[in-house]
């Protein structure tokens, strides 16, 4: 099979729509099934792999090395009483852990696994659909998300819960806008929102001309805009609540967070589904958008028969594995960061790397665009450089000239405080009272003789 008969088989939005009622309820139904499946192996999966880190054994009683385990406790959250606090909103109690998981689920909708195949005789593509604005579709149910979590804390009425609650509705201002803004790069490049045009865009890599000197270019996202791809990866753990950036569970100051008041039952296992299949989804997208897809990678990928028929679902299932065990990795090695570290990286980091490099982005795009006055491009990018050094000049003296200022205040409070030690603080006793010298202590004796 040639290259050109592969790239046939790839599926466009054209092909989308297409496909018998019955079919689309099968794609449905596989992906509900193999999430389910997928969140009971990904349990099992981090307890090995963190176990393994930390020199233990991790499950080994339940099943073949432990793989039951996982299935014991979802019947155990499953079959156990479902407590419920008398002070709760008892609908948005309930409501919460849905609004969670189903977002989740549809988000996984518009991911595609594979191209074009035949399931029982009918030619349709490895991906239940896809729309124009798919990648929107992916953002648009990530946000929804996070009104679960702010309405689990709402309707706990717990001081914990809701504190999670508030933690996660800052969090996401900060991360969310970082996200969306690492998705442009890959928009300009591939000239397309849509999850199966974005993967089909990098199926070989282009070239860049620069003064009559070609360069070839990658294929995968993920090397070609190594930026948006390092800014996504620290996003995607915010965005699913986890180490380093679990701050609306905080266990350690928060009991449990937004999840306090749910007892380890049903409800808590709908939550906990949730994050695991939130975990899947923007594994999934980061695969799309920055690892090629489902395309096998090099040097797989010199073998005709790699990308067609149903060994695409392999490479996306590899893929996904690796991913998964990053998050296990982050959970494994790194500490919780502070509230204000969180702020801080999102709004003074994130955002600004983020802003500049889509400037680049768009310059060396409209460069490559034919008749258009490249001259007058390059200047209009160095002006808007030079503005954005000037507006960093400026944060930056004025951030100096604060921490000047704040050092200097320190010191002379030190000052203060060695000449006079109850300036500015709690009153401290004299040194010279009589019980330093034992008199109160005499007098007692004497009295008691």
């Known amino acids: 099979m040639n290259a050109r008969t592969l790239l046939a088989a790839d599926p466009t939005l054209a092909d989308f729509g297409k496909d018998p009622l019955w079919i689309s ?3 449905a139904a ?3 099934i193999v999430l389910m499946l997928g969140v009971l192996f990904g349990v099992w999966f981090e307890r090995k792999l963190i176990s393994r880190m930390q020199n233990r054994y991790g499950p080994n009683r339940a099943g073949k090395f432990g793989l039951l385990q996982s299935v014991a406790d979802g019947l155990k959250m499953g079959l156990k009483e479902d407590l419920m606090p008398r002070t709760v909103d008892k609908v948005i109690y309930f409501i919460a852990p849905v609004v969670l998981a189903v977002p ?3 988000a996984f909708s518009v991911i595609p696994m594979g191209p074009i195949v035949s399931m029982f005789g009918v030619q349709t593509p490895l991906q239940l659909t896809d729309l124009p604005v798919a990648v929107l579709l992916v953002l648009a149910m990530a ?4 009104y679960g979590i702010v309405l689990a804390g709402w309707g706990s009425r717990s001081p914990y819960s809701v504190l999670g609650g508030l933690r996660a509705s800052a969090q996401v201002v900060s991360y969310e806008i970082a996200m969306g803004l690492s998705f442009v790069g890959v928009f300009l490049f591939a000239g397309t929102l849509s999850t199966s045009e974005i993967v089909a865009a990098q199926a070989t ?3 860049l001309t620069l003064g009559g000197l070609t360069i070839p270019m990658p294929s995968w996202y993920m090397i070609l805009l190594i ?4 800014i996504y990866i620290v ?3 915010g965005e699913t609540n986890r180490v380093p950036f679990d701050l609306p569970e905080g266990e350690g100051e928060l009991v449990g967070g937004f999840q306090t008041e749910y007892s380890n039952s049903l409800k808590f296992a709908v939550i906990m589904l949730a994050e695991y299949v939130n975990v899947f989804v923007v594994s999934a997208v980061s695969i799309t958008l920055f690892m090629g897809g489902w395309r096998a990678p090099f040097p797989i990928s010199l073998w005709d028969g790699a990308n067609a028929g149903w060994w695409p679902l392999l490479w996306f299932f590899l893929k996904m594995v690796l991913v998964f065990s990053f998050f296990v990795w982050c959970r494994a090695s790194l500490p919780r960061v502070r509230y204000d570290q969180l702020m801080a990286l999102g709004w003074k980091i994130l955002i600004p790397v983020n802003l500049a490099w889509i400037l680049l982005v768009a310059t060396v795009k409209a460069l490559r665009l034919p008749d258009v006055n490249r001259s007058l491009v390059l200047i209009l990018a160095a002006l808007v450089l030079v503005a954005c050094l000037g507006i960093w000049w400026r944060f930056d003296s004025v951030l100096q000239r604060r921490k000047e200022a704040k050092a200097a205040q320190v010191e002379a409070e030190f000052e203060q405080l060695h000449t006079e030690p109850a300036a500015g603080g709690f009153p401290v006793p004299p040194l010279d009272l009589p019980h330093y010298h034992g008199v109160a202590r005499k007098e007692v004796s004497s009295g008691s003789n």
Do not use: E, H, N, Y
């Open 30 to 32: 596989v992906i509900f």
């Open 227 to 230: 930026p948006s791809f390092l």
């Open 235 to 237: 996003t995607m753990l």
């Open 104 to 106: 989740a689920f549809l």
């Open 25 to 27: 309820i099968i794609k």
């Open 205 to 207: 890599g282009g070239a």
């Open 143 to 146: 946000s929804i998300g996070v």
